[in-house]
């Protein structure tokens, strides 16, 4: 399996556009979270999946915020409109038990 | 909620000796506890997870230990080498008890080790 699959790796956007990020996770697990890690704050979760339904999103700062699974092998986190302090890394993970399994992440800077 | 705090943001140390890592947390009981690894740029790696009824736990150069009753893990590098210069973060279940997978991360801590 090549792991956890995110994209874009960098996105560059304005003020105020929608940015959507993607997450294929790894084949058979069925959990799947979206942390954001900031200098700041460290990696917070965001939301968490269960056999695709969401399952917590009380970490979504806002309600900018919004998440999907519409199936096993996919998820999006979108951000509209976007604001410079949303610019973080954001990363997916996945996991059948215990031991997440992280992407590469997504650095998104927001100007 | 729980709190989890990393001893120091950065760890400098010389190439050979042990490096050793804490991780303290607050607020509740852990069934089990997890070391990360990061490198720039990429995501967190999985390196060991300790359960709560384990003092000790061993992988190669590694060791973890874990105190309930102080609620703290130390983590230990032996014979440190430069490649192991990277952030190591503590990871906990964000709540007590069976099937809670979501895991809340301590800030880490960054590692040199100096040649």
């Known amino acids: 399996d090549a792991g956890v699959i995110q994209s874009p790796r960098h996105e560059v956007t304005e003020m105020g556009q929608e940015v959507t990020l993607r997450c294929k996770p790894i084949?058979?697990?069925?959990?799947l979270f979206w942390y954001r890690q900031t200098m700041m704050r460290g990696l917070e979760l965001l939301i968490y999946?269960?056999?695709?339904?969401?399952?917590?999103d009380s970490g979504m700062p806002e309600d900018r915020f919004s998440a999907k699974m519409p199936n096993a092998s996919f998820s999006t986190l979108k951000i509209q409109p976007s604001e410079p302090r949303d610019s973080a890394v954001y990363f997916c993970?996945?996991?059948?038990?215990?031991?997440?399994?992280f992407g590469q992440g997504t650095r998104l800077t927001v100007v | 909620s729980q709190k989890i705090e990393q001893n120091s943001e950065a760890l400098n140390i010389q190439e050979g000796k042990t490096a050793t890592l804490t991780c303290n947390y607050t607020?509740?009981?852990?069934?089990?506890l997890q070391w990360y690894r990061q490198d720039p740029g990429r995501g967190p790696v999985f390196l060991l997870l300790?359960?709560?009824?384990?003092k000790e736990k061993r992988k190669e150069r590694l060791k973890v230990t874990f105190d309930t009753t102080l609620k703290q893990s130390l983590f230990h590098i032996t014979a440190s080498q430069p490649a192991d210069s990277a952030t190591y973060l503590c990871?906990?279940?964000?709540?007590?008890?069976?099937?809670?997978?979501?895991?809340?991360f301590g800030k880490g801590t960054k590692l040199s080790v100096i040649p």
């Open positions: 993970a996945s996991t059948t038990n215990t031991e997440a399994f």
């Open positions: 084949s058979g697990h069925d959990y």
């Open positions: 999946f269960n056999n695709n339904v969401p399952i917590d």
């Open positions: 607020n509740y009981s852990p069934a089990y």
């Open positions: 300790i359960r709560e009824n384990e």
């Open positions: 990871a906990l279940p964000a709540y007590s008890g069976a099937g809670s997978y979501q895991l809340t």
